[in-house]
Nanobody, 124 residues
């Protein structure tokens, strides 16, 4: 059974940083592209970043380019999202997801497995 468990969310001041982690199990992590999306209350999922199975290719939504960095550690079966220069509008739930292939895809509906999410709150 595929399981994705996020951690690392919390409260941070504007301009601060957080690193989210997503522990994966139940599948061959290194064979699949992964991604992060976020969801505000009452809104749909918004794609944030993706990384290919090899880790060689990454892609970001425009609103996080230059601030967030996605990475993966296949030895630990873990996906990361380093978030810097956080803004109050980044205050939402962040979820990791598994794509059924190797390439980076920027459409949330193409991802087939999702974690429960971790809340990020950016406030002074």
């Amino acid at each position: 059974e595929v399981q994705l468990v996020e951690s690392g969310g919390g409260l941070v001041q504007p301009g601060g940083s957080l690193r989210l982690s997503c522990a994966a199990s139940g599948f061959a992590f290194s064979n699949y592209a992964m991604g992060w999306a976020r969801q505000a209350p009452g809104n749909g999922l918004e794609w944030v970043a993706g990384i290919s199975a090899s880790g060689m290719t990454t892609s970001y939504a425009n609103f996080v380019k230059g601030r967030f960095a996605i990475s993966r550690d296949s030895a630990k079966d873990t996906l990361y999202l380093q978030m810097n220069s956080l803004k109050p509008e980044d205050s939402v739930v962040y979820c990791c997801a598994k794509y059924p292939g190797e390439i980076v895809v920027m459409v949330t509906t193409d991802y087939v497995n999702w974690g429960q999410g971790t809340q990020v709150t950016v406030s002074s």
